[in-house]
């Protein structure tokens, strides 16, 4: 396996305001201006864990976070999950935003309600 290296460096942009990109740009110009080496540098001392491991551990954690969450909620979940907002999207209208919400809202409560109620489901492992 090559072995790479990288340069941690800060950036601050700049970025035009129609950036569809802007919210993304602005939050790694807010996480750059941290120097993430002294968390890695802690950890690896408590763990004995290399800096360079833990640096690729969480990178290829963030990279794969999108399709993480895929794996765990299906094809078929994102799927139901988007159809509110395509619809809201293709109405245009504020009224249909806030049912596509109302709908988000009911199916994530639904999602969410064996995490909050463990004792829904005793028999489960």
Do not use: C
């Not at 802007?22 to 290399?50: C, M, Q, W």
């Amino acid at each position: 396996m090559e072995e790479l290296t990288v340069t941690l460096e800060r950036w601050t942009g700049p970025w035009p305001d129609d950036d569809p990109d802007a919210n993304f740009k602005a939050e790694v110009a807010d996480y750059t201006r941290l120097d993430p080496l002294e968390t890695l540098r802690g950890l690896s001392a408590h763990t004995g864990i290399p800096v360079g491991a833990l640096a690729r551990y969480a990178l290829a954690r963030f990279a794969t976070t999108g399709s993480g969450g895929l794996l765990e909620l299906g094809p078929a979940m994102v799927h139901r999950l988007w159809a509110p907002i395509a619809e809201a999207e293709e109405a245009g209208t504020d009224d249909a935003r806030l049912a596509a919400y109302r709908a988000l809202s009911a199916q994530l409560s639904w999602l969410r309600f064996p995490l909050l109620e463990p004792d829904t489901y005793p028999n489960a492992p």
